[in-house]
């Protein structure tokens, strides 16, 4: 399937920036302030860097480092001066500098399964010894075949575009993001999101813990799983 047009950073940030995503930048903003006050911020993955632009500004003092793989991510966040933007991969990319917050806003599903737990411990190579790691990520229900892992993120993204449709115009470019997204979390391409439990289970491997967690959607039991939605998690 042709994905050209959904990783364009005009697509990306009219995707990122509907009330849904909003909230879970909130929350976001809200676990750093929470956490850590004047802090320097990692964000692996950072995307385009519409954080660095729309939600930083809520923040006191802050140094902001974003690292993504995508040149073309890069080049178009630098082009608003909104911090310090790098190329590289979230998994292996190294500094030597520590950080009060490292974060990873839908992060985590982007990295192949066999790469999640590195991905983990890399954020905490480059973590100091009092910072908070902050995850905005999507779990999805469990799956334990290609078929089930169909059902699961196509059952998740069904639900999703509904909700938001409910609350706002679902434009094309929004739509077609959210349906492409829909595709490649069924099929498992790009898109690798997993079960919380799984998430939890990479987790502890690393040796961090989760000391905080946000459910943010959707706030009733249609999924009959307490643990499918969005989370906002800190761990330490």
Same mark, same amino acid.
């Given at each position: 399937?042709?994905?050209?047009?959904?990783?364009?950073?005009?697509?990306?940030?009219?995707?990122?920036?509907t009330n849904i995503e909003r909230r879970n930048?909130?929350?976001?903003?809200?676990?750093?302030? !929470?956490?850590?006050? /004047?802090?320097?911020?990692?964000?692996?993955?950072?995307?385009?860097?519409?954080?660095?632009?729309?939600?930083?500004?809520?923040? /006191?003092?802050?140094? *902001?480092?974003?690292?993504?793989?995508?040149?073309?991510?890069?080049?178009?966040?630098?082009?608003?001066?909104?911090?310090?933007?790098?190329?590289?991969?979230?998994?292996?990319?190294?500094?030597?500098?520590?950080?009060?917050?490292?974060?990873?806003?839908?992060?985590?599903?982007?990295i192949e399964d066999e790469r999640k737990k590195?991905?983990?411990? /890399?954020?905490?190579?480059?973590?100091?010894?009092?910072?908070?790691?902050?995850?905005?990520?999507k779990f999805v229900a469990p799956f334990f075949?290609?078929?089930?892992?169909?059902?699961?993120?196509?059952?998740? *993204?069904?639900?999703?575009?509904?909700?938001?449709?409910?609350?706002?115009?679902?434009?094309?470019?929004?739509? *077609?993001?959210?349906?492409?997204?829909?595709?490649?979390?069924?099929?498992?391409?790009?898109? *690798? !999101?997993?079960?919380?439990?799984?998430?939890?289970?990479?987790?502890? !491997?690393?040796?961090?813990?989760?000391?905080?967690?946000?459910?943010?959607?959707?706030?009733?039991?249609?999924?009959?799983?307490? /643990?499918?939605?969005?989370?906002?998690?800190?761990?330490?």
């Amino acid at each position: 399937m042709e994905v050209e047009l959904f990783t364009k950073p005009s697509t990306y940030d009219s995707y990122i920036t509907t009330n849904i995503e909003r909230r879970n930048f909130d929350e976001v903003v809200r676990q750093i302030a !929470k956490h850590q006050s /004047n802090p320097s911020i990692l964000d692996l993955c950072c995307g385009t860097g519409i954080f660095a632009r729309e939600w930083l500004s809520r923040l /006191n003092s802050v140094r *902001y480092v974003g690292v993504d793989i995508d040149e073309d991510f890069i080049v178009h966040a630098k082009s608003f001066g909104s911090g310090e933007f790098l190329q590289g991969d979230a998994v292996d990319f190294r500094l030597e500098d520590r950080f009060d917050v490292v974060m990873g806003t839908s992060a985590y599903h982007h990295i192949e399964d066999e790469r999640k737990k590195a991905f983990l411990e /890399n954020m905490k190579r480059h973590l100091r010894e009092e910072g908070s790691i902050i995850i905005y990520e999507k779990f999805v229900a469990p799956f334990f075949s290609s078929v089930e892992a169909v059902k699961s993120g196509a059952r998740f *993204y069904l639900e999703r575009i509904e909700d938001i449709a409910r609350e706002q115009d679902l434009n094309e470019e929004r739509l *077609y993001s959210l349906l492409t997204e829909l595709y490649l979390t069924s099929s498992r391409q790009f898109e *690798y !999101k997993v079960p919380f439990e799984r998430f939890a289970e990479d987790v502890g !491997k690393t040796g961090l813990k989760i000391i905080d967690e946000v459910k943010l959607w959707p706030l009733d039991d249609r999924f009959r799983n307490p /643990n499918v939605g969005d989370f906002v998690v800190v761990l330490e």
